[in-house]
């Protein structure tokens, strides 16, 4: 196709996929519109974006979004651009509103029993999208462990979560909890991983040990797991805690990779052996328990632990890989130019489609086909890939801001077709600021 019919597809996009504004935040630089996130927040006004910037970010603190729309990005190509000791919540959102998270690297301490997890989202009839993210545990405290640990990640009552390229990592559980808690708790919802990885919290190494938590647990949820890259393990229980003292041996169990009760659904893409999905993973989370000398380690975990009237359901090849070019700095300015490239296998059709919310973009809970939700504004054809498996269109002169718009976000997703086969990349956000 045509760069003219390229950008005249922008353009059909709908008027309220454009923000109104732009905020910097930097606690570096006194010229910026806010030292800290929650400020920033606070003024933005709906489908506003947020640049996180500047070396000093573990002075940012905890933030919470509550029924807004809003985009933020975190410049990556800051050394240290992360939040520490903080936490992030979003909740609220109503029916047609999204967040959308970029580049977020955050690190809570959780010192006192009932912290909150490092990411909690809930109560959301908004769409949430998490990309690239890095969210983790890590108990600093001088006085000790506490007894009790939270999750990193908490999904409660979401009706639509999209997180991509993006680790959850736990650190020990807590020495009143007899199992570590999981990585990632999942309830009342709706939610896709994509190019992701999870590690269940470990047991901690105590007297006596306790038992790993499970990477994945999920009560009344349809969850999509889709490992586009690896066949490497991408859940995995967490690691059996150990006794302190020699002989270091009869390590507490590993804990379960997934965990599903009765009324849950979990759909994964199958690539090749080994199973994307696995329950142990040697000398870190996700292991039968780390033995440092001989002795008797502790039970594994399993794969998928489900409960009667769960679903497992494989869903035919999914895979690809769609890039904007947008680098560290997580966006492109208006005007920028830049190249949108689809990578995958030689010889396939390559289609793009554009959305202003990650709902768009979705495979069917129960049916295992692998035809997507074709709800997207936009559909147009990119070209067929070359010999080496790559198509990519060139934009000299990026996309312009409409009159009046200092920023926008659209979400994009590939879909392919070789033969009758119809298979989908990972998505994709797009961000443009004045």
């Known amino acids: 196709m045509t760069l003219t019919r390229l950008l005249a597809a922008f353009c059909l996009l709908p008027p309220f996929a454009l923000a109104q504004a732009t905020h910097v935040v930097d606690a570096a630089d006194p010229t910026a519109d806010f030292a800290d996130i929650q400020p920033a927040v606070d003024a933005a006004g709906n489908g506003d974006v947020i640049l996180i910037r500047g070396a000093a970010a573990s002075n940012y603190g905890s933030f919470v979004i509550a029924g807004k729309s809003l985009t933020l990005v975190a410049d990556q190509s800051t050394p240290g651009l992360t939040i520490t000791g903080g936490t992030v919540e979003i909740r609220g959102l109503g029916q047609g509103q999204r967040v959308a998270l970029r580049g977020l690297h955050v690190e809570a301490h959780p010192c006192v029993d009932g912290a909150p997890p490092t990411l909690w989202l809930h109560d959301n009839q908004g769409s949430i999208w998490i990309e690239d993210g890095d969210f983790r545990i890590f108990p600093n405290c001088l006085s000790g462990l506490p007894p009790i640990i939270p999750s990193v990640l908490v999904i409660e009552n979401c009706v639509d979560v999209a997180i991509e390229d993006t680790v ?49 647990d999920v009560e009344n949820s349809s969850v999509g797991f889709y490992d586009l890259d690896s066949t490497d393990p991408k859940i995995h229980g967490g690691t059996g805690g150990h006794w302190l003292f020699p002989p270091f041996q009869d390590s507490a169990d590993g804990g379960n990779a997934v965990e599903l009760d009765a009324t849950s659904v979990l759909r994964h893409a199958e690539l090749t052996p080994p199973h994307p999905i696995h329950g142990v993973l040697p000398l870190e989370p996700g292991s039968p328990g780390i033995t440092v000398s001989p002795g008797s380690p502790g039970d594994p975990g399993e794969q998928i632990v489900t409960e009667p009237g769960a679903l497992v359901s494989s869903v035919a090849d999914y895979g690809g890989t769609l890039d904007f070019g947008q680098g560290p700095d997580g966006h492109l300015l208006d005007g920028e130019g830049f190249t949108l490239t689809f990578a995958s296998t030689p010889g396939e059709a390559v289609a793009i489609m554009l959305g202003d919310s990650p709902l768009a973009f979705d495979l069917p809970t129960l049916v295992e086909q692998p035809l997507l939700v074709l709800s997207a504004q936009v559909v147009f054809p990119l070209g067929t890939t070359d010999g080496s498996g790559v198509t990519s269109a060139s934009f000299p002169n990026g996309v312009t801001l409409a009159a009046g718009a200092d920023a926008l976000t659209w979400f994009a997703q590939a879909i392919t077709l070789e033969g009758s086969v119809v298979r989908a990349s990972g998505p994709e956000a797009l961000v443009v600021v004045r």
């Open 168 to 216: 959850v990592y736990p650190f020990f559980g807590g020495s009143a909890q007899p199992t570590a808690p999981p990585g990632v708790r999942v309830s009342n919802s709706d939610v896709r991983f994509y190019r992701s990885e999870i590690f269940g919290t470990a047991g901690q190494l105590a007297l006596p040990p306790t038992n790993g938590g499970p990477g994945l």
